[in-house]
């Protein structure tokens, strides 16, 4: 299959990453989300990461325009009907997320490939939401998307060889390097990296260290570009607490238990950089 369009279902921090790489890879995207605010963020958000790209040299401002002006932004659905490729990047919220593959189903053509970018919920129980989940795969890229260079690619029991080679072959040409995952909860990265920070996050509750002496030291003693207090700030503690509960839930052992001090700035709205205040003040 050839691949022109590719539809991003949700325009926030993932969303508009994804779109942002497709775009400037040449292809037209169709980037979804409720409302025209949302859709609004999303597309200022691109367009200053775009011009940040400009500005650092590693990508020309023709290139820019370019890849701005491939990207649609719009709440009607029925635009995926012309999409070769349908990225979910929905909040991750399992019951959310069957509700919009179910939708993306019933507009998509049959030969569409559907993927979604969970970073922990299983592919199959997503994939029994699409009519022919042979083609449904997950696609999960890292933030911040157009930094980094990594997709795990996680296949459901029903997944085809086919669409697999496809999202290879996606991988490749968005400029990425693509790893296989098997289906179990956090899949690779996140089942090692997750129970770090959930740990970190254990270790300043407990007064051990402030936060900013467990960030130098794990950078300076662990060789790690961002301490693990700042990356889950950056990663938001509703998402990072969504994926130790599904860790903890998916494997039913008590080291995925997330830490208390975790819990309790999530119901308190202290969910890092997008909030302004997490373990550190933005």
């Not at 996680?154 to 996606?170: E, K, N, V, W």
Request: proline content about 4%; overall charge negative.
């Amino acid at each position: 299959m050839t691949i022109q369009t590719i539809g991003v279902i949700g325009a926030g921090t993932m969303g508009n990453g994804i779109a942002q790489v497709c775009a400037a890879a040449g292809y037209r995207v169709l980037m979804l989300d409720i409302n025209d605010e949302a859709l609004e963020r999303g597309l200022s958000a691109l367009k200053r990461n775009l011009e940040r790209q400009v500005s650092k040299q590693t990508l020309s401002s023709a290139q820019a325009e370019d890849a701005i002006a491939r990207v649609q932004t719009s709440t009607d659905y029925s635009l995926l009907n012309g999409a070769d490729i349908v990225v979910e990047a929905a909040t991750e919220n399992l019951d959310l997320k069957l509700r919009i593959l179910k939708q993306i189903s019933h507009y998509v053509h049959p030969t569409c490939v559907i993927a979604t970018n969970t970073s922990s919920l299983s592919i199959t129980h997503l994939g029994a939401s699409v009519d022919k989940p042979e083609r449904f795969i997950g696609l999960h890229f890292f933030n911040p998307v157009p930094m980094m260079g990594l997709i795990e690619i996680i296949r459901g029991l029903q997944t085809s060889d086919a669409t697999h080679a496809q999202m290879i072959a996606l991988s490749d040409r968005l400029g990425k390097t693509a790893i296989n995952a098997g289906n179990r909860p956090g899949f690779v990265v996140n089942r090692i990296l997750v129970p770090m920070i959930n740990e970190a996050i254990l270790v300043l509750q407990e007064g051990l260290s402030t936060a900013e002496d467990i960030d130098l030291g794990m950078q300076l003693g662990c060789n790690q570009p961002i301490g693990p207090l700042a990356l889950a700030d950056l990663i938001g503690l509703d998402t990072l607490l969504a994926v130790v509960e599904s860790l903890h839930d998916g494997f039913n052992d008590s080291k995925y238990r997330p830490a208390p001090l975790l819990k309790e700035m999530v119901a308190g709205g202290l969910l890092g950089r997008k909030t302004g205040k997490g373990f550190y003040q933005y």
